[in-house]
């Protein structure tokens, strides 16, 4: 009896260890990968192993959060063994011309998938905070693929969580020379991305959001293009079509075919940026229609991204996959 509450009393302590983790490490895994839902299978993958692994485990070899990270690295490695790279649109293509036909759309796996905020920030420090919302921005995500696998792991590492030439070099299993030879190859590589994004979210930000949610849901297309930047950017993946600027986009929506009529917001946040669940009336219910990111610079409305997989992100995000028809806007849990 003793020994088996010993057992439980280790599977326990496993356990917690392992969830302190989750968070930094499902950031990790989506810098990695690219996608909220594969990272999240990457550090379910990765929890797998520790616990298969858990007996040949040396505190005095390597820490836990190294031998932990080690895992996750590899698992990504054998995930990123097809070579896809994800993009955005504005990765793909030049602007489009306002107008009909979206050609076909892309599969899931030629784009950065969107992840909520609240299962990959983990810092308490402001300061760290903020870093690790900029580095999980749709822009950063994107310029990453542009590097080989063991490029992204040392830079994420390195830049982004901080860690020391020799840790890394211990948990990729080679030396510290060819770890600064990799980060500085990535940094160069990074510095040739557009790596511009949004501001920080503050209260004049929040109002401007607020005001154009509120034009959207009564579709007044003068308003809510007057908080637009001259040269925003709006984009729908899985389609590679995009606008550039705020004239563009105004004859976009003049010209839609209404099926965005009477839609309502539900607040949510990814990828460091206010995020709302677009719903559109269906029926008797609104329906989920797109997951809208937003990016806010200069005191107007940037950039805008509709991923319109919505009945598949939403649960992802928390939000609910239909509304009364009332339509009374919601904050999601």
């Known amino acids: 009896m003793v020994r088996r509450l010993g057992r439980v009393s280790v599977t326990a302590e496993i356990d917690v260890r392992l969830e302190e983790h989750r968070a930094a490490l499902t950031g990790y895994c989506y810098r990695m990968l690219g996608s909220g839902s594969e990272a999240e299978d990457a550090v379910q993958e990765a929890f797998v192993r520790a616990w298969r692994g858990i007996d040949s485990f040396r505190a005095g070899r390597a820490s836990f959060k190294t031998w932990l990270y080690a895992i996750a690295t590899n698992v990504c490695f054998d995930m990123l063994r097809s070579g896809q790279r994800r993009a955005r649109p504005m990765d793909l293509s030049g602007p489009a011309q306002p107008g009909p036909g979206l050609d076909a759309p892309l599969p899931e796996t030629a784009w950065i998938q969107p992840v909520p905020d609240s299962r990959v920030l983990s810092a308490a420090d402001p ?21 080989r696998p063991r490029q992204r792991a040392v830079l994420i590492l390195r830049d982004v969580l901080r860690w020391k030439a020799d840790e890394v070099a211990g948990l990729l299993d080679t030396s510290v020379a060819s770890v600064n030879s990799a980060l500085q190859r990535a940094r160069t590589t990074m510095q040739s991305r557009d790596l511009s994004g949004g501001e920080p979210l503050g209260d004049e930000q929040r109002k401007l959001l607020e005001r154009y949610i509120a034009a959207f ?31 563009h986009i105004a004859t976009a929506l003049r010209g839609s075919d209404g099926s965005c009529h009477g839609s309502r917001f ?34 107007r409305i940037a950039g805008m ?25 919601q904050r999601s849990g």
């Not at 822009?139 to 590097?147: G, R, S």
């Open 217 to 247: 849901e009564r579709y007044d297309v003068y308003a809510l293009t007057a908080l637009l930047h001259e040269d925003a950017t709006m984009s729908m993946p899985p389609f590679a079509w995009w606008l550039r600027g705020r004239e």
């Open 305 to 329: 991204c509709s991923y319109l997989s919505a009945s598949e992100l939403f649960p992802l995000f928390g939000l609910p996959l239909a509304l009364p028809l009332d339509g009374a806007r």
């Open 127 to 147: 300061a760290e905070l903020a870093v690790e919302r900029e580095t999980i921005r749709l822009a950063f995500v994107a310029a990453l693929q542009h590097l």
């Open 266 to 299: 539900v607040p949510t946040a990814a990828n460091g940026v206010p995020a709302y669940g677009q719903y559109v009336p269906r029926g008797d219910a609104l329906v989920p229609w797109a997951l809208v990111l937003f990016d806010v610079r200069d005191g």
